[in-house]
């Protein structure tokens, strides 16, 4: 198994409070993910990194930034949650082989972030 | 219309059955990938694959390119395999996602 692991797997928190996930990674992959899964949605890209200090933005990134100071840890914090943010979040990694760049992809176990 | 499409969205068989879950897809693509979600649970890679066909215990995925269409095959089907199946392109650097397909197995 890939060795991803997220944290803090649970957490509830309050409006207007600031909320750090963090998801790490010992595969050494250089593609990281982060994702929202809600009903009715699926999964929802929010950032990406395709290596240390690079990051882009996904479809959902509205009140969400990221930070990737090391190959093996990708954060995602929401400086000032809102309810709406109340979601599961996945983290991702992707190895890269092959002229493609493309690999298989592993997830973390999700947290589960609940704002009142 | 999406980039990714699953058919069907909804599947609810008897256990032992032979399940089929179809894929198609609009844009030109490096890989594909078949994913599995449980209930309240992770998610876990299935397959990758770019060409051919992939088989994995009870589980087989196909692909084909020209037809932009993949299917993912489950044999001798079980409880256990009750979860969403989640179908995923590469395209451009770009991971696209398809909506999921809901698998009940019954007993």
């Known amino acids: 198994d890939a060795g991803i692991t997220q944290s803090p797997r649970h957490k509830v928190t309050e409006t207007g409070t600031p909320v750090t996930l963090r998801c790490h990674q010992t595969?050494?992959?250089?593609?990281m993910y982060w994702y929202r899964q809600d009903p009715g949605h699926g999964l929802r890209l929010i950032h990406y990194?395709?290596?240390?200090?690079?990051?882009d933005k996904g479809e959902v990134s509205d009140g969400y930034s990221v930070s990737r100071s090391k190959t093996e840890d990708f954060l995602l914090t929401l400086e000032s949650a809102t309810s709406s943010q109340t979601s599961v979040y996945f983290c991702?990694?992707?190895?890269?082989?092959?002229?493609?760049?493309?690999?298989?992809?592993?997830f973390g176990e999700g947290s589960r972030l609940t704002v009142l | 219309k999406n980039e990714v499409e699953q058919s069907p969205q909804n599947l609810t068989a008897q256990e032992g059955e032979f399940i089929t879950i179809n894929c198609s897809y609009s844009?030109?693509?490096?890989?594909l990938h078949w994913l599995q979600q449980h209930p309240g649970g992770g998610i876990v890679s299935l397959f990758m694959?770019?060409?051919?066909?992939k088989k994995h215990g009870r589980l087989i995925a196909t692909i084909n390119i020209q037809e932009k269409h993949s299917s993912l095959h489950i044999t001798a089907s079980h409880p256990r395999d009750s979860a969403v199946y989640i179908c995923?392109?590469?395209?451009?650097?770009?991971?696209?996602w398809g909506a999921g397909t809901k698998l009940i197995i019954k007993p």
């Open positions: 694959l770019s060409s051919g066909k």
């Open positions: 595969e050494n992959h250089r593609y």
């Open positions: 991702a990694i992707r190895g890269t082989g092959g002229i493609s760049n493309t690999g298989e992809l592993f």
């Open positions: 844009v030109g693509i490096s890989a």
């Open positions: 995923a392109v590469h395209s451009n650097y770009q991971l696209i």
């Open positions: 990194s395709y290596g240390v200090k690079d990051t």
